[in-house]
């Protein structure tokens, strides 16, 4: 069956370009891609949506490779039936143990062709004959030690370890640690199956391995595992699935482990799009009913609390607001009622792009509560502070909402936190909004505008005419473009009328818009 | 706007790592469960990408300590202790009738009991079949192919060091990222899609 997806032959160039850095134009030529550099890479994928849409399932491929493998690594110790401790103990313990068996010709391991010291072929040469020595007095030893004491088979190998080893190893002028007990062990067991009694017996929980007792790692060291940065997706993965063990209610400790995994959560960034899904990854079992419960009693103490949130609570809230569960939302809107403090620490937590959806919803429900309530500051800048630096999909909900929503004094508060967005896209929105006959929502659009980068109103400057464009000018004024100045100029406006131009409220624009319809056009 | 990705490095070696492994070479073998630990869970989910039966992970996981253990005074340090595991590893899973030896342990199936967190089937029905297919598709790649894919995309190494893996060149890795990451996403279709 043949795709249907377009192709495009630059694909291949533009993946290799921004997943795996730059290459040169003779690695290109070499692999086919032809002669691109780097900045035409980036201008073709500007505009070729094949070769973004290659890139985006790319980038996901990469980002689902790395949770998949933690995900699979914190399952592990379930699948094989041990915990971590257990694991690590039955893989290194054997390993020390097994090290000079003389078995097979040792693989090519350095970095550079081998040759081995002389002090270590001496080391070899001695072990070999240790081990000799071991092959001819083992059997003896472990039929003088099975007749002593008739034990199991597991019995008389370790026996059989140990003490012909210590016997060589004090006769030996070299000292050699641990390694050459289990060659001797190997050579002692008489049994076809000599390796495998001792390689995989170890390996498996039954054994009688020598055991290394293994520090557990406290719930606050965990929880610092699982925010590094340091640590490997798989690490910071398999951390998380030891603390969420610990969360469950039937678990001693669950309320400590639970609050060093939110904290953890809380902890935790989003600095490129690998860490962002794991991020999102991570959240997920929060979802499951029970931690959810405890996520939701946490809120609702905060709530009932009335005191002043600290950094504990603090997480809490952080890690609800990333979460985007309705339940979470609402008693985050309760708490803000109370707290209206805490909408900052909401809003600085949605800047983390983790949240699939509702983050724009959830600050502009906020916002509408704190102002029916007076409880929020006097005018709508601190407001549209929460908007600023929001991940896109914040601003395309607020977008989407303006055609649906029939409150207009929540259209108005749409149209101001557009303003804190950083897409043309949006400006468009603004614009389009400007022109309304309503005549509270053009002036909110037209004072949003005036927040957009400078760079998006210089572009519109440039391709807008201005003349019969009151709201727009006094946008751009307001925004300090160049192309205002003269207008400001001829405006010769007193000091106090400067500043309201510049730092006005919402409530102050309509008046200052009339200045740019009335009394200055063009520099006239 | 530059839509690169930030460019990974090679695994750096920390300075109690050298500590330990300085104490290893002088014939410490206390120092070795402290020098590997920290490796442990990345040479076990290779170990998975390599052998999708738990045990046989297990034992090559182990193997690779062994033989570690054992040529760690040969060690010279030119690469990244990590890189030099890897690379064990991957020798060993390209041969495995060098230490696979009876027959791996049966699943206790329908009997089994976890005794570990299990997450929500309804939020993780997805991803398990996401991972199904990744599984699925990585295991169609040559062994070369799904090392360097897993080092690149997991582990985050550059090309030099899954050159350093692979014992190839640095450009020889990226193609054989380049052509795995190709040949998973042709499978996985619309499991990628936004």
């Given at each position: 069956?043949?795709?249907?997806?377009?192709?495009?032959?630059?694909?291949?160039?533009?993946?290799?370009?921004?997943?795996?850095?730059?290459?040169?134009?003779?690695?290109?030529?070499?692999?086919?891609?032809?002669?691109?550099?780097?900045?035409?890479?980036?201008?073709?994928?500007?505009?070729?949506?094949?070769?973004?849409?290659?890139?985006?399932?790319?980038?996901?491929?990469?980002?689902?490779?790395?949770?998949?493998?933690?995900?699979?690594?914190?399952?592990?110790?379930?699948?094989?039936?041990?915990?971590?401790?257990?694991?690590?103990?039955?893989?290194?313990?054997?390993?020390?143990?097994?090290?000079?068996?003389?078995?097979?010709?040792?693989?090519?391991?350095?970095?550079?062709?081998?040759?081995?010291?002389?002090?270590?072929?001496?080391?070899?040469?001695?072990?070999?004959?240790?081990?000799?020595?071991?092959?001819?007095?083992?059997?003896?030893?472990?039929?003088?030690?099975?007749?002593?004491?008739?034990?199991?088979?597991?019995?008389?190998?370790?026996?059989?370890?140990?003490?012909?080893?210590?016997?060589?190893?004090?006769?030996?002028?070299?000292?050699?640690?641990?390694?050459?007990?289990?060659?001797?062990?190997?050579?002692?067991?008489?049994?076809?199956?000599?390796?495998?009694?001792?390689?995989?017996?170890?390996?498996?929980?039954?054994?009688?391995?020598?055991?290394?007792?293994?520090?557990?790692?406290?719930?606050?060291?965990?929880?610092?595992?699982?925010?590094?940065?340091?640590?490997?997706?798989?690490?910071?993965?398999?951390?998380?699935?030891?603390?969420?063990?610990?969360?469950?209610?039937?678990?001693?400790?669950?309320?400590?482990?639970?609050?060093?995994?939110?904290?953890?959560?809380?902890?935790?960034?989003?600095?490129?799009?690998?860490?962002?899904?794991?991020?999102?990854?991570?959240?997920?079992?929060?979802?499951?009913?029970?931690?959810?419960?405890?996520?939701?009693?946490?809120?609702?103490?905060?709530?009932?609390?009335?005191?002043?949130?600290?950094?504990?609570?603090?997480?809490?809230?952080?890690?609800?607001?990333?979460?985007?569960?309705?339940?979470?939302?609402?008693?985050?809107?309760?708490?803000?009622?109370?707290?209206?403090?805490?909408?900052?620490?909401?809003?600085?937590?949605?800047?983390?792009?983790?949240?699939?959806?509702?983050?724009?919803?959830?600050?502009?429900?906020?916002?509408?509560?704190?102002?029916?309530?007076?409880?929020?500051?006097?005018?709508?800048?601190?407001?549209?502070?929460?908007?600023?630096?929001?991940?896109?999909?914040?601003?395309?909900?607020?977008?989407?909402?303006?055609?649906?929503?029939?409150?207009t004094?929540?259209?108005?508060?749409?149209?101001?936190?557009?303003?804190?967005?950083?897409?043309?896209?949006?400006?468009?929105?603004?614009?389009t909004h400007m022109r309304s006959s309503h005549h509270a929502e053009s002036h909110?659009a037209?004072?949003?505008?005036?927040?957009?980068?400078?760079?998006?109103?210089?572009?519109?400057?440039?391709?807008?005419?201005?003349?019969?464009?009151?709201l727009?000018?006094?946008?751009?004024?307001?925004?300090?473009?160049?192309?205002?100045?003269?207008?400001?100029?001829?405006?010769?406006?007193?000091?106090?009328?400067?500043?309201?131009?510049?730092?006005?409220?919402?409530?102050?624009?309509?008046?200052?818009?009339?200045?740019?319809?009335?009394?200055?056009?063009?520099?006239? | 706007?530059?839509?690169?990705?930030?460019?990974?490095?090679?695994?750096?070696?920390?300075?109690?790592?050298?500590?330990?492994?300085?104490?290893?070479?002088?014939?410490?073998?206390?120092?070795?469960?402290?020098?590997?630990?920290?490796?442990?869970?990345?040479?076990?989910?290779?170990?998975?990408?390599?052998?999708?039966?738990?045990?046989?992970?297990?034992?090559?996981?182990?193997?690779?300590?062994?033989?570690?253990?054992?040529?760690?005074?040969?060690?010279?340090?030119?690469?990244?202790?990590?890189?030099?595991?890897?690379?064990?590893?991957?020798?060993?899973?390209?041969?495995?009738?060098?230490?696979?030896?009876?027959?791996?342990?049966?699943?206790?199936?329908?009997?089994?009991?976890?005794?570990?967190?299990?997450?929500?089937?309804?939020?993780?029905?997805?991803?398990?079949?996401?991972?199904?297919?990744?599984?699925?598709?990585?295991?169609?790649?040559?062994?070369?192919?799904?090392?360097?894919?897993?080092?690149?995309?997991?582990?985050?190494?550059?090309?030099?060091?899954?050159?350093?893996?692979?014992?190839?060149?640095?450009?020889?890795?990226?193609?054989?990222?380049?052509?795995?990451?190709?040949?998973?996403?042709?499978?996985?279709?619309?499991?990628?899609?936004?």
């Open positions: 069956m043949s795709s249907l997806r377009p192709t495009c032959n630059k694909t291949d160039a533009v993946l290799a370009h921004c997943l795996d850095g730059d290459l040169d134009s003779d690695d290109l030529l070499e692999h086919g891609y032809g002669f691109a550099c780097g900045e035409t890479l980036q201008a073709h994928l500007r505009e070729c949506a094949v070769c973004r849409s290659a890139l985006q399932r790319a980038r996901r491929l990469d980002a689902a490779l790395a949770t998949a493998a933690g995900i699979d690594v914190a399952r592990h110790p379930g699948q094989v039936g041990a915990g971590w401790a257990q694991l690590t103990d039955r893989w290194l313990a054997p390993a020390t143990a097994a090290s000079a068996e003389p078995v097979e010709p040792p693989l090519e391991l350095t970095t550079a062709p081998s040759t081995l010291p002389l002090q270590h072929r001496g080391l070899l040469l001695a072990a070999a004959a240790l081990a000799v020595v071991g092959a001819m007095f083992g059997p003896w030893a472990l039929a003088t030690r099975a007749a002593a004491t008739p034990s199991s088979h597991s019995v008389a190998t370790a026996t059989a370890t140990t003490t012909p080893a210590a016997e060589a190893q004090a006769t030996s002028p070299i000292p050699s640690p641990q390694p050459l007990r289990a060659a001797t062990s190997t050579m002692a067991v008489p049994t076809p199956s000599a390796n495998v009694a001792t390689f995989h017996v170890a390996s498996r929980p039954s054994t009688a391995a020598t055991r290394t007792k293994v520090a557990t790692p406290s719930w606050r060291e965990l929880g610092v595992q699982v925010a590094s940065s340091h640590a490997t997706p798989t690490e910071r993965m398999a951390a998380q699935q030891t603390l969420l063990a610990g969360c469950r209610a039937t678990a001693p400790d669950s309320p400590r482990a639970f609050r060093a995994l939110v904290e953890a959560l809380a902890a935790a960034g989003d600095h490129d799009l690998k860490s962002r899904h794991l991020h999102a990854a991570m959240l997920q079992p929060l979802r499951d009913g029970e931690l959810l419960r405890q996520l939701g009693a946490s809120l609702g103490a905060l709530d009932a609390a009335g005191q002043r949130l600290g950094c504990n609570e603090l997480a809490v809230v952080v890690v609800a607001a990333r979460l985007g569960e309705a339940s979470t939302d609402r008693a985050l809107r309760r708490l803000a009622r109370r707290h209206p403090d805490a909408v900052d620490a909401i809003a600085a937590a949605l800047r983390c792009d983790v949240r699939s959806h509702g983050g724009g919803r959830l600050l502009l429900d906020l916002w509408d509560d704190v102002q029916s309530r007076r409880s929020a500051p006097g005018d709508e800048r601190v407001a549209m502070a929460w908007f600023r630096q929001q991940p896109p999909s914040v601003f395309t909900e607020l977008a989407a909402e303006l055609p649906t929503c029939r409150s004094e929540r259209r108005v508060r749409c149209l101001l936190a557009l303003g804190a967005s950083d897409d043309a896209a949006m400006a468009a929105v603004l614009r909110a037209a004072l949003a505008l005036a927040h957009l980068p400078v760079r998006l109103l210089a572009d519109i400057a440039s391709q807008e005419e201005l003349d019969g464009e009151y727009l000018r006094a946008a751009l004024a307001r925004a300090d473009v160049a192309v205002a100045r003269p207008w400001i100029a001829a405006l010769d406006l007193r000091a106090g009328d400067r500043h309201r131009l510049r730092h006005g409220t919402l409530a102050d624009f309509p008046e200052v818009a009339l200045w740019f319809r009335d009394r200055g056009l063009l520099g006239d | 706007m530059d839509l690169r990705v930030t460019e990974p490095g090679q695994p750096k070696s920390s300075d109690s790592e050298r500590h330990w492994l300085q104490r290893c070479q002088a014939g410490d073998a206390a120092a070795f469960q402290p020098l590997l630990r920290p490796h442990l869970a990345a040479l076990l989910a290779l170990a998975k990408r390599h052998c999708r039966d738990p045990h046989w992970a297990e034992d090559l996981v182990q193997e690779t300590l062994v033989r570690a253990f054992r040529n760690l005074p040969s060690f010279r340090g030119e690469s990244a202790l990590r890189t030099w595991l890897f690379r064990i590893l991957v020798r060993l899973a390209s041969e495995p009738e060098r230490w696979r030896r009876g027959k791996p342990a049966e699943s206790l199936g329908d009997l089994d009991v976890p005794d570990h967190f299990e997450l929500r089937a309804e939020h993780d029905a997805i991803a398990r079949e996401l991972q199904d297919r990744l599984d699925e598709a990585m295991e169609r790649l040559t062994l070369r192919q799904r090392t360097a894919l897993h080092l690149r995309a997991v582990e985050g190494f550059d090309y030099e060091a899954i050159g350093g893996v692979l014992a190839c060149t640095a450009v020889a890795a990226r193609m054989h990222v380049l052509e795995a990451r190709r040949k998973v996403m042709a499978r996985l279709k619309e499991h990628l899609e936004p």
